[in-house]
């Protein structure tokens, strides 16, 4: 980006002065890369009459001109034959529109619908655009380049209900959230149901679940919030545990033990771990209530490609109002 300044003695026909409106940015916009831009929230299943968004986030330093940008979605259905075939929709961005460093874009058919039911901070970030049909129960977006012949995919998500807090009374109008921008965005334990008290969404401004990245430490595993409060008010709302391991292949257990050493929430079942990625623990209990307040053990095995197991205890605190 360049600052253009024009000096104060620049006048109309009037002999008015420029004023203070003597600033303005010029952007020279850059090819996008893979990451550059990723979906940050999502909106899929809004209240009845409602209009679901997608907002975009630019991670980047750089400046982007949306105009040859494309949202995709893809649908399993079955063909004439009965086998399984995909299709989907795609849409182009049309409208010029330069997305500048470090900000948020909210795609919408229907702006005044979310004006009217979230805190848009930016209006200006709020973009009308026709946006591909999102699922209520699960789908997927992926926003690309180029036609079907030569795609160059940005970033995509398979998102899922499931994803939402289990706890929530009512789905309709709650968005899912991103919680870290440079973590994985199809891994579920990146995501996060947007906060009662951010009035379940935040169009065009930072996410009320976001968590920026941990200190790292020579752990597979580490938490973030290790002591939280799942009160959806949007302050750790709940623990994050993030692994970095060593090499491929590494299967993991994990469960949350009470004070008396009963589990209570099973995170995972031998779950076949990447190089990296993020699970969480919501407070809710595998029975789907609130777990109390109080102490409770993370425990964590991994089995090593080679046979080797691995055994992690972690504290984690359940807080609240008495």
């Known amino acids: 980006d360049y600052m253009v300044k024009i000096k104060n003695d620049l006048t109309d026909c009037n002999g008015n002065p420029i004023g203070i409106n003597d600033e303005a940015i010029v952007s020279v916009p850059e090819i ?26 630019n991670k980047t330093n750089k400046t982007f001109d949306l105009s040859d940008l494309v949202l995709r979605n893809a649908v399993i259905y079955e063909d ?27 795609l919408t058919p229907d702006p005044t619908d979310i004006r009217e039911k979230y805190t848009v901070e930016n209006p200006q970030w709020l973009l009308r655009q026709t946006i591909p049909a999102l699922a209520n129960d699960e789908g997927n977006i992926k926003i690309t380049t180029g036609d079907l012949l030569e795609t160059f995919y940005i970033d995509s ?8 807090h289990p706890l929530l009374d009512n789905e309709d109008g709650v968005t ?15 995501w996060h149901s947007a906060a009662g008290t951010a009035g379940f969404g935040t169009p065009t401004a930072v996410n009320s679940q976001s968590i920026t990245n941990p200190t790292p430490t020579e752990d597979i595993f580490t938490l973030v919030n290790p002591t939280f409060s799942p009160d959806g008010d949007g302050y750790k709302d709940f623990v994050q545990i993030n692994y970095n391991a060593d090499q491929n292949g590494y299967v993991a257990n994990a469960q949350i033990f009470d004070a ?38 993370l425990w964590i095995e991994i089995f090593q490609p ?17």
């Not at 086998?83 to 409208?95: C, F, H």
């Not at 779950?271 to 990625?277: A, C, K, N, P, Q």
């Open 32 to 57: 996008i890369g893979e990451q550059d831009i990723v979906i940050n929230e999502i909106l899929f299943n809004p209240d009845v009459g409602g209009s679901d968004f997608i907002e975009l986030y």
């Open 260 to 297: 008396t050493g009963r589990t209570i929430k099973r995170l995972l079942e031998n779950e076949l771990l990447g190089l990296e990625g993020t699970f969480k623990w919501d407070g809710s209990t595998d029975n789907q209530d609130k777990a109390r307040i109080g102490i409770y053990i």
């Open 176 to 190: 899912l959230e991103r919680i870290n921008v440079d973590a994985f965005s199809d891994d579920e334990g990146n």
């Open 80 to 106: 004439q034959l009965g086998n399984d075939s995909l299709g989907g929709t795609a849409v182009s961005i049309q409208t010029e529109y330069l997305f500048r460093p470090k900000s948020y874009l909210v």
């Open 157 to 164: 998500v398979n998102y899922s209900a499931d994803w939402h």
């Open 306 to 322: 080679e046979g080797k197991k691995i055994v992690e205890k972690k504290t984690v605190v359940v807080g609240g109002e008495f």
